[in-house]
């Protein structure tokens, strides 16, 4: 019986099975932001321990930045304090500080791919929930809390439950207007934000096997939106080609040797699964999400549900959804007003999300009554579109241009909702208050529908612009 790479890399960092039943499991890298680090840095600093592998941690700023204004000390005192302790605890512990003026600063899950410190292979912890998106890589990418964030700095080892494994087979040619967030986000709708609990999902199928590693990053940063600890996509050519040059990537010979490893780790054919899922591809349209979590979406040319028309268990949920978002039942999601349209965070905000939202705006006009932003995830995609211009294209159309950080995908920074505001995002989290105000509401979709969003003024069906 052949394993899923779930198995192989989970065997290959076990370093004992714990009485618990849980596995205390290798890392292999750790990434650190200023969030849920620091009280991690104090209890090491408390016992008098020091990280145990500084050369397999690196940290980022991301959550808390100003994407405007970035003069030190921050305005927001809570903000400055993290940055100023995420500094001290990275000198102080040894550990590399990717901080603002760096290239390398941005959302810690767009610059550990490209620096190409994500490889196939790895385990990866870091503590921010989507984490799983290095599982594009097939990595096995671990989403974190703060103590679990000390015991890495302590030990380089987590406990963990073993994982079972769902593969969900995408096949078939997406259709226009159709993107790897609208695939995601058709999962997460069909099989539930809890279907996942217990297992990795491993995304496989023609459709994935297509997909660029930035739409692969973009399915797998949404497997924990749908209760999947992990996700990964089995390493290939796409993967190698990513990684090829990437500063941390080995070179030369050591290339040539950890690509033939590194296929070797994709599932082998006759691997069990626990579950098998299929889904069309071709079948899919745009979807928006219309409610407070992100199964709750229906495509763009679909009607929000009726409570009384769904099974009794669900309809509380519904209501509830349904009366916080200010939506009828059975109205239609195209046509909904927005106020605020963001292109960014760690789903959508790589150099292709920034491309394919530019070639829908160019020399056109963002309606007048919405605040339109972009927001880089990292410096060094912000620096690649300045050379192809797309600031331009933003900046003429209307929208701001801002620095690289998660920006208005929480509100942990200046960049928030105000009131009942209703906001297009190419986030992940549309729950209640996401996005900074209390009564905020957050339409979750893919970077070409906020940019067809953006400039219409209301959520419409960005088939009808791209070619
Ligand atoms: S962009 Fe959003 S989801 Fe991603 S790391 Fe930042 S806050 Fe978390």
Aim: proline share 5%.
């Amino acid at each position: 019986m052949g394993k899923t790479l779930l198995e192989k890399v989970w065997d290959l960092h076990t370093v004992r099975t714990l009485p618990t039943g849980q596995t205390q499991l290798f890392i292999g890298l750790h990434l650190v932001h200023e969030v849920t680090s620091p009280q991690a840095f104090d209890a090491l600093r408390i016992r008098g321990w020091n990280v145990a592998f500084p050369e397999r941690t690196f940290a980022t700023v991301d959550h808390i930045v100003p994407t405007r204004e970035r003069k030190r000390p921050f305005l927001d005192v809570m903000a400055e304090d993290m940055m100023a302790a995420l500094e001290r605890n990275c000198r102080e512990f040894g550990v590399p500080l990717w901080n603002l003026g760096d290239e390398r600063q941005g959302i810690v899950h767009v610059i550990g791919p490209e620096t190409g410190l994500t490889q196939p292979g790895l385990t990866i912890a870091c503590g921010d929930s989507h984490t799983s998106t290095h599982g594009a890589f097939g990595a096995i990418a671990l989403g974190i809390g703060t103590s679990q964030v000390r015991d890495v700095l302590a030990t380089q080892c987590l406990a963990i439950e073993p994982l079972r494994v769902r593969r969900i087979r995408v096949n078939g040619g997406l259709p226009r207007g159709v993107y790897a967030k609208d695939v995601i986000l058709a999962i997460i709708r069909r099989l539930g934000v809890r279907g996942g609990v217990g297992y990795a999902y491993e995304y496989a199928g023609d459709t994935v096997g297509r997909m660029s590693m930035d739409e692969r990053m973009t399915m797998c940063n949404m497997s924990i939106e749908g209760g999947a600890r992990v996700g990964y996509v089995n390493p290939d050519e796409t993967t190698f080609r990513f990684l090829e040059g990437r500063r941390f990537a080995p070179a030369g010979d050591a290339f040539d040797a950890a690509r033939a490893w590194w296929s070797s780790l994709a599932s082998d054919p006759d691997a069990r699964y626990d579950d098998d899922v299929e889904l069309n591809a071709a079948a899919l349209t745009p979807v928006v999400t219309w409610g407070t979590n992100p199964g709750q979406s229906v495509g763009v040319d679909e009607s929000i549900p009726v409570p009384d028309e769904a099974p009794e268990a669900e309809r509380p949920g519904l209501k509830d959804a349904l009366d916080y978002m200010g939506f009828k039942p059975g109205q239609g999601v195209e046509g909904v007003k927005i106020d605020v349209a963001f292109i960014g965070s760690c789903t959508n905000a790589r150099l292709s999300d920034l491309r394919e939202a530019a070639r829908i705006v160019r020399g056109r006009r963002v309606a007048p009554h919405v605040k339109a932003l972009v927001v880089p995830g990292s410096a060094s995609v912000l620096h690649a579109a300045e050379r192809e211009g797309l600031d331009e294209v933003f900046r003429e159309a209307g929208f701001d241009w801002r620095e690289a950080g998660c920006s208005m995908c929480l509100g942990m920074n200046p960049d928030k909702l105000e009131g009942r505001q209703v906001c297009a995002s190419s986030s992940n989290r549309n729950f209640k208050g996401r996005q900074g105000s209390p009564t905020g509401r957050t339409l979750l979709m893919s970077p070409a529908m906020v940019a067809a969003a953006a400039l219409a003024g209301e959520v419409v069906d960005v088939r009808e612009i791209v070619q």
